[in-house]
């Protein structure tokens, strides 16, 4: 069975960083095409990092340059770094293998004020 768990999330100071993981059972990453999403309440869950299966990324405008998608192909393991974060940033983050849709359950990102 594919299953897919994200962690890492968790109450942020201004401009703090979290790292969030996704951590595969039942598939490779190596070998899918991964992408980081998000979905803030009321608003469509988009993507705003993506991993093809040679290890290329792309990212969303909002989030070029203070999110860094990397993968660990020893752990089976694909992370977010996420710096300088702003109130705009909470929201539910997801991993997804593109292709295949599966996704995992979501790990929460909140802005403390």
């Known amino acids: 069975q594919v299953q897919l768990q994200e962690s890492g999330g968790g109450l942020v100071q201004p401009g703090g960083s979290l790292r969030l993981s996704c951590v595969a059972s039942?598939?490779?990453?190596?070998?899918?095409?991964m992408g980081w999403y998000r979905q803030a309440p009321g608003k469509e869950r988009e993507l705003v990092a993506a991993?093809?299966?040679?290890?290329?990324?792309a990212y969303a405008d909002s989030v070029k340059s203070r999110f860094t998608i990397t993968r660990d192909k020893a752990k089976n393991t694909v992370y977010l770094q996420l710096n300088s974060l702003r109130p705009e940033d909470t929201a539910v983050y997801y991993c997804?293998?593109?292709?295949?849709?599966?996704w995992g359950r979501g790990t929460q990102v909140t802005f403390s004020t």
């Open positions: 997804r293998t593109i292709h295949e849709n599966y």
């Open positions: 039942g598939i490779i990453f190596s070998v899918h095409f």
């Open positions: 991993m093809t299966e040679g290890g290329g990324t």
